[in-house]
């Protein structure tokens, strides 16, 4: 099978060796390693519950259960024109969001990719950038600027919120890490980046993209007591009882309600429950924020594609797949990407066609055999249904902590694996129910499509 792979690689200088491994051998020592039994499951679950109610208590847990100072849910009837900028994931938008007053939404948006010196320099930079891009989106939509426009800001990283327009930056995740931004307040930077770029905008509401989804879903689904994002990064919001959150300080509460940022994408930083394993290790040692985001690490489209070119990287040392012969591109860092990971899982052609090319014309890999495009494939299911799992493990704790499990509720996700990952969504249900039994059909679980920006229109709207 290997015979080309190995005349080329038989030097006279050099004897290659090479020992093809039982297929079989392979994949179950790496099941071994990646499966999650339904009882691990479990009392992860048990764990995240207790964690979530520990947040809430008082500030300093994992989870950092943020009060969102948004404390009512849409009616459904909200009207107007708000603009929303978008910051968090792989694109950065800018877009208008028309409330219709009968639960329908119009948007208007334009995407921007954010480069990465804008991500990792000085915030002034990062901050001129999205003032440049509010620009041209009212410039090139004809939107008249004479009052100053409400905004509402979506700004998906972990801030310590003080009020709906307030909020001062904890720590970047995601690969952006602008040093200067930490514990300043990021509505105050965005309106000087505005006032520098003379754009008449002015912030109404900052806004978690969890928080959004949920209060975009809400508008037309008044069940909607969960948004979670399963993109770039992971995380999730829900409606909780004012009296349920002993740390809130911010006095009383007219609906007796307050929506929460859990920024789950950190739990378990401790690593007591969650199944890290070596190549989850390995990956995390050489990311930005090292020991941070331990359940965002095995959970999202940043690190899933890094997970599986660390699998590969490590068999393909071994020598137990490619024939040993590694290239450039599988060598260097999220090289191998999670669009990649979904187009294998997508490949059914008997000989895995398209993964071949996936691993010849995207990642160089000279002659990948049947074998060993079985293989990858094999390691991609395993990465992917095992981050399923932990996301339906995130979305069971969380409404078991709401006590939501026998009522019922609608959860809205939205974010690129979610969305477009194969299977992602079955693997979720199938583990909330080995989590949930029979209540598992009480969990209403829909895709929320653009509702972190739709939901800052509609926080403007009510702030
Ligand atoms: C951030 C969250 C955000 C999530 C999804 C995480 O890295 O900390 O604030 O909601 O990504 O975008």
């Known amino acids: 099978m290997y015979s ?21 051998e392979v994949v179950s020592a790496l099941e071994d390693i990646f499966v999650i039994r339904p009882q691990t499951l479990r009392n992860i679950c048990k764990h995240f519950v207790d964690e979530l109610t520990l947040g809430l208590k008082e500030d300093g847990h994992t989870l950092k259960m943020i009060p969102s100072y948004v404390s009512h849910r849409p009616t459904g009837k909200e009207t107007g024109s708000y603009l929303a900028l978008d910051l968090g994931g792989t694109n950065f938008r800018v877009c208008e969001v028309y409330l219709e007053g009968d639960s329908k939404v119009r948007l ?16 002034d930079v990062l901050f001129d950038f999205l003032a440049d891009s509010v620009l041209t989106f009212i410039t090139e939509n004809h939107i008249p600027t004479e009052s100053d426009i409400p905004l509402g800001f979506t700004f998906s990283f972990p801030v310590n919120q003080t009020a709906i327009d307030k909020g001062y930056l904890m720590v970047w995740t995601k690969g952006f890490d602008c040093k200067d931004t930490i514990n300043k307040d990021v509505v105050a930077l965005l309106n000087e980046a505005l006032a520098r770029k003379n754009v008449k905008v002015h912030v109404t509401a900052l806004v978690n993209d969890t928080v959004g989804t949920l209060m975009s879903h809400a508008y037309n689904d008044p069940g909607t007591f969960v948004g979670v994002i399963l993109g770039t990064g992971t995380n999730a919001a829900y409606v909780e009882k004012v009296s349920a959150i002993p740390k809130w300080k911010g006095g009383p509460v007219e609906s007796g309600e307050m929506i929460i940022n859990c920024e789950w994408g950190a739990f378990d930083n401790e690593r007591v429950v969650l199944p890290f394993n070596k ?44 024939g040993g012969v590694s290239s450039p591109e599988i060598e260097t860092p999220y090289k191998f990407e999670t669009a990649y990971m979904s187009r294998i899982e997508r490949d059914h052609t008997s000989d895995l066609l398209d993964t071949k090319m996936v691993l010849q014309e995207l990642l160089n890999i000279p002659y990948p055999a049947p074998r060993d495009r079985r293989i990858v494939r094999r390691i991609c299911e395993l990465v992917a249904t095992r981050a399923a799992r932990l996301s339906a493990v995130g979305v069971a704790a969380v409404v078991t902590k709401m006590e939501r499990v026998e009522d019922g509720c609608t959860v809205a996700i939205d974010g690129s694996v979610y969305e477009h990952y194969p299977h992602f969504g079955n693997r979720m249900k199938d583990a909330l129910h080995e989590l949930l039994g029979m209540f598992e059909e009480n969990v209403n679980i829909v895709l929320g499509k653009d509702g972190s920006s739709v939901g800052a229109g509609v926080i403007a709207a009510l702030a």
């Open 108 to 123: 208007t948006q334009k995407k921007f990719t954010i480069p990465d010196y804008a991500k990792c320099g000085q915030s």
């Open 4 to 24: 080309e792979m190995k005349s080329a690689l038989q030097k006279p200088t050099r004897k290659y060796t090479y020992r093809e491994v039982d297929e079989s």
């Open 279 to 322: 190549y989850d290790q390995k990956m995390d040692e050489e990311s930005t924020n090292p020991g941070e985001q331990t359940f965002e690490k095995m959970i999202s489209g940043m690190y899933l594609g890094e997970i599986v070119r660390q699998v590969i990287v490590e068999l393909v040392q071994r020598r137990i797949l490619f």
